[in-house]
């Protein structure tokens, strides 16, 4: 069974940082695409930043230059590196594998 837990978020001021953890288990995590989707506030959820199996990286627009997104195989975790943060980037964040496996989300609220 492939189980997805996120873990890291919280309240934080514009400017400041997070870092996101997704432990997952019930997969090879270094065969499979790994992705961080967000659900703002009355918007659908939408892809933020996805790392393939061979560790090509995606980022959408608005997070370009402020998130990382790696991965720790060893110990089946991905990350999500939250720099610069803005009022805007409050929402829900969920990790995802394959495309298909999600975690509950972590809320993430950005604001002074």
């Known amino acids: 069974q492939v189980q997805l837990e996120e873990f890291g978020g919280g309240l934080v001021q514009p400017g400041g940082s997070l870092r996101l953890s997704c432990l997952v288990s019930g997969l090879v995590l270094d065969n499979y695409a790994i992705a961080w989707f967000r659900q703002a506030p009355g918007k659908e959820r939408e892809v933020i930043a996805c790392?393939?199996?061979?560790?090509?990286?995606y980022y959408e627009d608005s997070v370009k230059g402020r998130f990382t997104i790696s991965r720790d195989n060893y110990r089946h975790t991905i990350y999500l590196r939250m720099n610069s943060l803005k009022p805007e980037d409050t929402g829900i964040y969920y990790c995802?594998?394959?495309?298909?496996?999600w975690g509950q989300g972590t809320q993430v609220t950005v604001s002074s």
């Open positions: 790392i393939s199996s061979t560790d090509t990286t």
């Open positions: 995802n594998a394959d495309f298909e496996y």
